[in-house]
């Protein structure tokens, strides 16, 4: 009798400890453990989550912070071997994820269901801050020395899953663009996931994401991979009547232009240069993609809006315009020439012709004004013109509202208007539903 009256004495005290983690109450927390320092080691019943994956789940940093000061173990695994990592990144907790790496978690533990990283799951659930934090981690010194960071971010799951395939399928556009831009494979093949031997682009059709799909051709994703059952991504589209992703895959209409990745000077673009380039590229294959839509019977999906293009016509009346196109502002400097151009001339100069993976080093363009090789892009200082001269000069060219794109071209004047890979990128919440009472999944 008193033996069952000391267990359900011990079930009470357990319950209150979760609730106290899960609500953030610090200093009840605090009295519980100082009391009773075994309370570290107590676990919830049938999930078998210990007060640290509580505490990372439900976001709550301070009690976790003392938890972890406390020694508790960073890395302890629950009853599908998941650590608070994961369960942090599941439920978009940014600031409990970058405060368990910062004590030593370890990014590269697989869990029991699918045997899946927390990379994995960042790219699922589209959590891009945490996704982020993950890939700043993985530049250090243990996971560089012990897998290399291109191998790290091309992990595979259980099923031969990697991150991209993953964010791909559930139209996580902006996880997408983090891990190519952090040179995750866009042609790797999975094996049991979804259908076997799909790339990233068979899984953004199955999943009906034009973002998706529109982002992985910017990359050189390969609209004529086959996957084991023999279909390439336009007939996956077509099979669930996704008529928009079709008709931008469909392998008889022209190509897009693809992001220069191969070229060194492009591998090493600041911020600001990078997104000015991007831009262009996005513009680019959206006035493609106007074309192919308008063919297919398909309503455009905007990406600005025109009082957006009047704005920026008001703006730019008064500056240099590219002496190539004559139609937008000098925006890239060449170095060490100094010349400069437009970002949409600079990407019809790099983007010419699709690059060959084959090739490890190709030949990088010149410089269109003096021939000499290009060794950095840099942004340009915009230099207003006066007035006066812009009032005196009858030579002034009009700024064009209409693309002069044409399909399968690559002419300067191919390249207008402005977009962005950013503006396309929908943020998802990822949140997750049915919590149970500890506030995890």
């Known amino acids: 009798m008193g033996q069952r009256l000391s267990c359900a004495t011990q079930q009470r005290e357990d319950k209150a400890l979760f609730l106290a983690v899960a609500s953030g109450e610090l200093e009840l927390v ?103 934090a993950i ?22 799951d259980g099923n031969g899953a990697t991150p991209l395939h993953l964010a791909a399928r559930h139209r996580q556009s902006e996880c997408l663009h983090a891990l190519l831009d952090n040179g995750a494979l866009v042609c790797a093949s999975t094996g049991g996931y979804g259908y076997p031997g799909s790339t990233p682009l068979h899984m953004a059709a199955r999943g009906g994401s034009l973002d998706c799909v529109r982002m992985l051709l910017s990359w050189g994703a390969d609209r004529l991979q086959l996957d084991s059952s023999g279909k390439i991504p336009f007939t996956v589209a077509l099979k669930r009547k996704y008529k928009a992703c079709a008709a931008l895959l469909d392998p008889s209409s022209a190509a897009p232009l693809v992001w220069p990745s191969p070229l060194k000077f492009i591998s090493e673009l600041n911020q600001e240069a990078k997104a000015l380039l991007e831009k262009a590229l996005l513009e680019a294959n959206r006035e493609r993609e106007k074309t192919l839509l308008k063919e297919a019977d398909m309503p455009p999906s905007p990406l600005h809006s025109e009082s957006e293009d009047d704005n920026i016509s008001s703006e730019t009346s008064d500056v240099e315009l590219c002496c190539i196109c004559f139609d937008q502002v000098c925006t890239i400097e060449v ?63 009009r700024r064009s509202r209409k693309s002069n794109f044409s399909e399968g071209s690559s002419s300067f004047k191919g390249l207008s208007a402005m977009g962005s890979f950013g503006r396309i990128a929908g943020r998802n919440s990822g949140k997750i539903t049915d919590e149970k009472q500890w506030g995890v999944s």
């Open 335 to 397: 170095r060490p020439c100094g010349h400069q151009m437009c970002a949409h001339c600079t990407l019809a100069l790099c983007c010419h012709k699709k690059p060959d993976p084959a090739t490890a080093c190709p030949s990088g363009p010149v410089c269109p004004f003096c021939r000499g090789a290009i060794v950095q892009l840099l942004v340009a200082k915009i230099n207003k013109r006066s007035v006066t001269e812009v009032e005196s000069s009858p030579m002034k060219p």
């Open 135 to 156: 890939l700043s981690a993985a530049h250090s010194t243990p996971v560089a020395d012990s897998w290399g960071f291109a191998r790290f971010v091309n992990i595979r």
């Open 30 to 132: 605090e009295a519980m453990v100082d009391e009773d320092p075994s309370l570290f080691e107590q676990t919830t019943g049938y999930d078998n989550l210990s007060p640290l994956h509580v505490a990372a789940a439900n976001g709550r940093i301070q009690v976790l912070s003392m938890l972890l000061d406390r020694s508790c173990k960073v890395d302890v695994l629950n009853r599908q071997k998941q650590t608070p990592l994961m369960l942090a990144v599941m439920h978009g907790k940014t600031g409990c994820a970058e405060k368990l790496i910062h004590a030593g978690a370890n990014i590269l533990m697989f869990d029991s269901i699918r045997r899946r990283t927390c990379l994995h799951y960042a790219a699922y659930y589209g959590h891009t801050d945490c996704l982020k």
